[in-house]
């Protein structure tokens, strides 16, 4: 009977939908460490990590022949898994593209409201007592709708982005990617990120992390955007350049931000933290439980489909 572990603890109905293995659940929430990951390749046939559980290059070296053929990442992202040592080492790696879709969707746009109307400013205001009433010149935030927004990635979460802007808010789309995506709204596709930063009163990073993406959104791209634009990041952390960011917040060069990731995550920095015009929210993008349990079930028909001896649903 295969061993499989599970990295974090999930919803019963995740676990209980697994047969014909003999299942670990891991019982904490921290990430794992890169002992525990070398035991994982060791002693389990296949492991179902998630953000967090850095399977590098080193760790797959220091176990050349693992037990372990099958890493099913909960999660669409897998930047945190290197997949050519992995295939090198003969472990395949899956991911759970679509279930994060909407959800992840929805967080870039709470993200963008709370910004644009300085939502999180006046939580504040009225938590700490010190609000004095309404008056017409009071906390003047940004009027989203009719506005131009920049997606930074027009893949699935790009474009469920770009649907709710459009078809929610009446605003006008532009993107940035490698190649042209044939939308059911109106898009433009511009072939310069500094051209698109310029443009926009809102650029929302929806890219893939890994090397590639690593810093996109630099100080060139920064000093690009308008004074009172905003920058969205519901992508990986370090794909924005974090210091290159809170400088611009810090010196006004844009209007805010709104952050659901970071780039030394979970750690934020205390100067991100003190600024009044940046929203911060804790990773929360898939963080609805319908969602949560879609992610667990796509992860689980990976790991049984290996468990049967079939085909792989979502291989990366």
């Given amino acids: ?97 679509g279930a994060v879709t909407d959800a992840t969707a929805d967080i870039a746009m709470t993200l963008m409201l709370m910004s644009a109307r300085r939502a999180g400013e006046g939580e504040r205001l009225v938590r700490a007592g010190a609000w004095e009433g309404w008056h017409p010149t009071q906390m003047l935030g940004m009027h989203l709708s009719g506005k131009k927004v920049g997606i930074v990635g027009m893949g699935r979460i790009g474009q469920a982005i770009a649907r709710r802007c459009h078809f929610g808010f009446g605003m006008a789309v532009s993107y940035f990617n490698r190649s042209d995506k044939d939308l059911e709204f109106p898009a433009a596709r511009v072939e310069q990120l500094t051209d698109l930063a310029a443009e926009v009163d809102v650029l929302v990073v929806a890219v893939p992390g890994g090397g590639e993406t690593r810093h996109l959104i630099g100080e060139a791209v920064l000093a690009a955007m308008q004074p009172h634009a905003r920058l969205i990041n519901i992508a990986r952390g370090d794909v924005v350049q974090e210091d290159a960011l809170i400088a611009a917040l810090q010196a006004g060069r844009i209007g805010g931000a709104g952050l659901d990731v970071y780039e030394f995550e979970p750690k934020v920095p205390k100067a991100l933290r003190d600024l009044e015009n940046v929203v911060l929210l804790p990773h929360l993008g898939t963080a609805a439980r319908e969602v949560r349990v879609d992610m667990g079930l796509m992860a689980v028909a990976n790991l049984q489909a290996f468990i049967d001896g079939q085909p792989l649903p979502n291989a990366v």
Avoid: W
């Fill in 1 to 97: 009977m295969k061993k499989i572990l599970i990295a974090r603890p999930l919803p019963d109905e995740v676990t209980k939908s697994l047969s014909g293995c003999d299942i670990t659940v891991r019982d904490e929430t921290a990430p794992l460490d890169a002992e525990e990951m070398r035991a994982a390749l060791r002693d389990y046939d296949a492991v179902m990590p998630t953000l967090g559980d850095a399977f590098s290059a080193e760790v797959f070296a220091d176990v050349p022949q693992p037990r372990c053929k099958l890493l099913a990442n909960f999660g669409v992202g897998y930047n945190h898994i290197d997949v050519t040592a992995a295939r090198t080492a003969g472990v395949e790696v899956t991911n759970t593209p």
